[in-house]
């Protein structure tokens, strides 16, 4: 029988396997940042270990660094020891390092890929749930724990247990002005938070084919949301195209042979999935959020779901629950909710493609009176390219804030917060309470919504935009 992408990827990495025990998997690429590394390095030192292959190993300072006065000394005391602490380790055990400041700085699931590091067919490890975005490019990429990320640094391999199959297929297209985000939100509110548990999700079909890489890794991070093992995309000539010439891409006649492996990994024709989801594109529109986990969403033309119409019990005081903590009334159009912040970036939309479409949007318009724009790239090299392309002019002319790259809102490490009760769209990946700071709610959207929702005031999509209205012609 044919194998699916994962398991031919999983079967090219097994270094050891024994009757009733998990498999060790070599590991080809392990990200590092300072959140969740420093008691594994503590544990090298005691067993007095060093890092098994320095080669494969990268580290980037991303959720504590701060984006504003990236020269300054870091003010909060948890964030100076978190970076100084991975700065000492690293120096310590000789792994390389992009620190704030550094050219290659990002938050690591954006780092990884612009290098060239991600490759089809690898695993691909980081002591981060989003480490799912790298599946993106057609590998099994795998959050992990501490002590797992304890374990690959002295061994460069992981014990798994070998994950269940399921298909996501996208069929037809996605209509115009609906993203990869609002498509990987409504498979999420579909499948629910728990649907992929125990899953790799493949996702595939016409309309994935057709998504550019920068939309394959959004739709790939979010995987996780869906609690998912990892999500992954067949590579193709989208994927090679964004490979190719990128620092550590093969190169010459090691380029071609790479080529010629990666395209055996798809899924065979007569490989079966443990599970299949079929969604038609041509069904779908913008998506967002409403309550407190990232399957709590709705389309945008849609109402705030009535938590009585909810006949599962667990779901309904869930949805209650979110209601009250957003602030909420049930059938309240989702258009009419108001903002105070809206935040484009993170590693589920912080790539140039996502600052491009914000742009475009609130190129010659204003962001509305008494909303604040937090526009952050996720990663200095995708703020440069954004600057080489006049990005970071149009958003400070509509009066957004031009930040430097980092986690930043996406989640409350840093000083870029909600205060509480205050409200958000993001374009981040989790809405739960508190996460972009304590009281704080949040929307998650798409740049292109979170964008025409910075000029409104208030849930909206680009449609909502009227040009006579909103867009002051250029030069005035
Ligand atoms: C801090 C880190 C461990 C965490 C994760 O694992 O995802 C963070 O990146 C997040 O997005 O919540
Ligand atoms: S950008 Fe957000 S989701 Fe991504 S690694 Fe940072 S905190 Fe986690």
């Excluded at 005391?77 to 000492?88: D, F, G, M, N, W």
């Excluded at 903002?339 to 479409?357: H, W």
């Excluded at 475009?360 to 703020?383: F, H, N, Q, T």
Aim: glycine fraction near 10%; charged fraction near 25%; aromatic fraction near 4%.
């Amino acid at each position: 029988m044919g194998r699916t992408l994962a398991e031919k990827v999983w079967d090219d990495h097994v270094v050891r396997r024994a009757e009733g025990e998990p498999d060790l998997l070599f590991i080809d690429l392990h990200l590092l940042h300072e959140v969740t590394s420093p008691q594994a390095f503590d544990g090298l030192r005691k067993s007095g270990r060093q890092v098994r292959r320095l080669d494969l190993t990268i580290a980037t300072e991303d959720h504590n660094t701060p984006t504003l006065d990236i020269d300054k000394p870091i003010a909060d005391p948890v964030s100076r020891i978190q970076l100084e602490t991975l700065r000492k380790n690293a120096a310590d055990f000789g792994v390389r390092l992009h620190p704030l400041g550094d050219v290659e700085q990002g938050v690591v699931h954006v780092v990884g890929p612009q290098l060239g590091l991600t490759q089809p067919g690898m695993t691909v490890v980081c002591g981060d749930s989003h480490t799912s975005t790298h599946g993106a490019f057609g590998g099994l990429a795998f959050g992990i724990g501490t002590s797992q990320v304890e374990h690959v640094l002295a061994t460069q391999t992981l014990p798994l247990v070998r994950p269940k199959t399921m298909a996501i297929t996208v069929n037809g297209e996605l209509p115009d002005g609906v993203t990869a985000k609002d498509l990987i939100l409504a498979i999420i509110a579909r499948i629910g938070t728990g649907g992929g548990q125990g899953y790799v999700l493949e996702y595939r079909g016409s309309a994935i084919e057709k998504l550019s890489m920068e939309a394959r890794m959004t739709i790939c991070n979010m995987s996780i949301e869906a609690g998912a093992r990892a999500g992954m995309i067949a590579p193709d000539e989208t994927t090679f195209a964004y490979l190719e010439g990128r620092p550590h891409a093969p190169k010459g006649e090691d380029w071609d042979a790479a080529v010629a492996y990666w395209k055996t990994l798809k899924t065979d024709a007569d490989a079966e999935f443990d599970a299949e989801v079929v969604i038609e594109a041509a069904e779908l529109s913008p998506f967002v959020t409403w309550g407190t986990n990232p399957g709590q969403g709705a389309p945008l033309s849609a109402d705030v779901p009535d938590p009585a119409s909810y006949e599962d019990a667990s779901e309904r005081h869930a949805a209650e629950k979110a209601l009250e903590y957003m602030g909420l009334e049930a059938g309240q159009p989702l258009r009419s909710i108001k903002v105070d912040t809206v935040f484009v970036g993170s590693c589920t939309n912080g790539r140039i493609e996502d600052l491009r479409a914000a742009a475009e949007i609130v190129k010659d318009r204003k962001v509305a009176d008494g909303v604040r724009m937090l526009v952050v790239p996720g990663s200095a090299r995708v703020g440069l390219q954004a600057v080489s392309e006049g990005l970071d002019v149009v958003f400070k002319d509509a009066g957004a804030e031009w930040r430097h790259a980092g986690c930043s809102m996406c989640l409350g490490m840093n000083p870029d917060q909600l205060a509480p009760g205050e409200r958000s769209a993001s374009t981040s990946n989790r809405n739960f309470e508190g996460r972009q700071g304590k009281g704080g709610r949040t929307h998650l959207v798409s740049p292109q919504v979170a964008a025409a929702t910075a000029v409104l005031g208030h849930l909206a999509s680009p449609a909502d935009l009227s040009d006579a209205e909103t867009r002051t012609p250029a030069g005035v």
